[in-house]
C-alpha cells in the first residue's frame, strides 16, 4: 500500500509543479521493475538475462 501512495504522490507532484517529463521516467521504472520481478519468478528467466 505504501509503494501504491508513493506512486500516486510523485505523479501528483510532477503535475501540480507541471514537471511533465517525470511522467515518463516513472513509468519506465514501474515497467522495468515490473519485469525484474517477473523474471525472478518465471520459468523464462534465463531467456531475459541477456537483455540485461
Known amino acids: 500500500m505504501a509503494k501504491q501512495s508513493l506512486l500516486r504522490e510523485l505523479i501528483q507532484f510532477a503535475m501540480r509543479e ?19 520481478l517477473f523474471a525472478q519468478s518465471s520459468a523464462l528467466a ?3 538475462y541477456p537483455f540485461f
Request: charged share 10%.
Open 18 to 36: 507541471k514537471k511533465w517529463w517525470l511522467i515518463p521516467l516513472l513509468v519506465m521504472l514501474v515497467v522495468i521493475g515490473g519485469i525484474i
Open 46 to 48: 534465463p531467456f531475459l
